[in-house]
């Protein structure tokens, strides 16, 4: 095994050594030779001893899959995004193929230490999805035993520092579907504000929801479909008794099929632009379509409903209804 050090003279007869890998030098601080000698060998044996470690444990570890000292981070990131679909893949494959992430597609995972994680997350162009979904990889690699040990301990990732939220005012509402020019549209954006749901699950509502006598709305969410069910715990279904506005909204809308067939076939991205030009031209501020969701968490909290309940109406996993009630209690 060559050398990690090598020792040289300077002309003022101080000994230095050198890395030959990264050819960073450092004094030894002697002009001694037979010290300066015992210093090097001293750096170049305990450099050799976890580089014999590392060699080693691929010698056995080769033993326990013969794929397992070449499998990288793509071919993982490959296998997580078959088991995606819709809007999900679309947000993974994202990921994928994002700048920070393309110096580590092509990383064997055995190899890969917390340096190369930290340098994805500290990107110039990393962002908070980049974050969410390492952690998802990461975890998925050690849940399929092709890492032993985790890269980075839980403390060491850096916070995962969202955007700051806010619910959209009724005011603000009125603005948006006064000027909305498309019929579906501006009922889409109508049933967003009395019902509080995704836009993708408002997109997708369909006449088969509603129950025979007209009194009920429900559905589940889809961003919730795939999680597993706790004991005795519906996860994700969302139910609403249809009052009055809605009742009025609803008969606008196709009496039979999906109430928004135009809409449900564009993606997330398209509807959010068409959402964000509008609000752009009514001078509407800092809010998407995710404001409709914290905006009917409020009205929830003012007109004294209780958490669990309002839970169960904007699907109980919801953040927005965390962040609605823990803000107003800490007002």
Known sequence: MQDTFRLYQRSNGVFYVENVNTHKQASLKTIDAA???????????????????????KVYLGGKSATFCSRTWGDLMTKMAAGYTAATLVRYQKFMKSAPVQSLFGMPLVHTDSSHFLAVLFHPRAGVSTNVWLRIT??????????????????????????EKRAITIEEHRRIITDERMDDYRSYFETLWEIGGSQTDIANLHRDQIDTSGTYLTF????????????????????????????????????????????????????????????????VDGVTLHSYRYSWAERAYAAGMPEREAMAHLGHTSQAVHWAYEREWAL
């Open 138 to 163: 990461h975890n998925r690699a050690l849940d399929l035993g092709w890492i032993l040990t985790p890269v980075m301990i839980r403390k060491a990732w850096p916070d995962i520092e969202y955007g």
């Open 35 to 57: 010290a300066a000698a015992r210093l090097v060998a001293g750096k170049n044996q305990a450099a050799e001893i976890p580089a014999m470690n590392i060699a080693m444990a």
């Open 220 to 283: 589940k969410r889809k961003k919730v479909k795939s999680k597993k069910r706790r004991k005795n715990q519906q996860v994700g279904n969302v139910s609403f008794i249809i009052g009055s506005r809605l009742r009025q909204l609803l008969e606008k809308l196709p009496s039979e099929g999906f109430l928004f067939p135009r809409l449900r076939l564009l993606s997330e991205d398209e509807r959010a632009s068409h959402f964000k030009k509008l609000c752009k031209r009514v001078a």
